[in-house]
């Protein structure tokens, strides 16, 4: 029986709660520790783990990849909350990091999120995981550019700020299970659907984005649409993908 | 007849002028090109060419690891310069990136330049060159809190925050050039003494650090020890380390 969701998270949480950092980073490790128990739903990890088992994958083996899509999110989250880029104070009814430690060391701790993320990512013999990661992690840095310059279409920022890392998460889980690179193509595009899935639902929670942009009825269409189209990747997948339809299926439920 | 240090440095200010940066990168690429020809030595670069040339590795080959080490201290330099930090509004006669192009685009320009660093030390056939880079950056940024805080020890402050990536520009040369694990130890040993002259002259040349410590003879004189130890681990190599040595003279030269 492949693990539930519920299961993925609680290994996601012990083994970030447990991650060794670099001992160099001295008292750096207090906001890098604030950061990661912020509390998040671990989706990206969840789905890593998910996706990595349903090609044969043990947990255990894909967890540092798991584990490293969840520090570049945190690493993104970091400085974005910073006074410079969307001054926020607070995150996830807490602190944020530099709210909480400062400016300087807001800035110091999310490079050495974002560094600590590439560690966890090359601990593999092969630098394909690392490399999904890094280009999910230049369209985010894109997409804030973007972001702050106004003005560009709500699909290519949300593309770049969330569904590459959503696709990073897919495609860092099957590599590090080992699937030959003959059998990505379907997992790529059951991936790509998947960001588009999840901001849709994020923006009908929090009222904007898409809602703004096409009515609460036209995002909850664009919505049920794209988790049509998940599923539709997901059922010509070769493998035991019922745990990714149960995750699919719990982000659609949120919204109702 | 291997290349001399200013051939070198000719062929990284050639490859860094003309690096293609991944296009979702956008208008950051403005900050991202002045912070990569703010007209530095390029000493790290040319180092790692001239250490993989010396193991035999062709420049072509090694030039993507030298400039990843190259972004690698411009990332580091774009972060240390923000109000935050260092509060610099100059870098070497011009201003500092944000100065230049605002706090937002400099840290993600900053951000940028570290991930591109890592995309250029992905390009070989292994892990290593990018496991070498990660782990010196995660030691300068170790550094740089400490440096925040206060109250360190010297030689350990410069250990992390320059010694590092000097350590990494060689160890980078060395496998992105092929050299067998097993004939690492002996070029990890030169290495660690270069991080070590460099600062010892950087101080010299500024008048601080050191120099405020043990005074402008002892700092002269520690850069002198260093020097000989230094040219003493080169004699130990097995192979011709004419460029190298030309390159730490010419280091000690800049003080007198």
Known sequence: MPRTPDELRGLVEDYVAELALQPELGSLEAPIRHALSGGGKRVRPVLCL?????????????LPAAAAVELVHSFSLVHDDLP??????ERRGRPSVWAAYGEASAILAGDALLSEAFRLALVYDMTAVARELMEATLAMI??????????????????????????????????????PVEEHTPWRAFAG????????????????????EVGADGARHLADEAAVRAQ?????????????????????????
């Open 50 to 62: 998910a996706a990595g088992e349903a090609v044969g994958g043990e947990p255990t083996h894909v």
């Open 84 to 89: 410079a880029l969307d001054n926020d104070t």
């Open 142 to 179: 894109g997409g804030q550019q973007q972001d702050l310059e106004g003005g560009h279409d709500l699909a290519q920022l949300h593309r770049l700020k969330t569904g590459a890392l959503f696709n990073a998460s897919i495609m860092c889980g099957v590599w590090a299970a080992g699937l």
């Open 193 to 212: 659907e998947l960001g588009l899935l999840f901001q849709v639902v994020d923006d009908i929670l929090d009222g904007d984005g898409y809602v703004l």
């Open 232 to 256: 539709t990747r997901l059922d010509a997948l070769e493998a035991d993908t019922s745990v990714l339809a149960e995750i699919v299926s719990g982000l659609v439920a949120r919204t109702s």
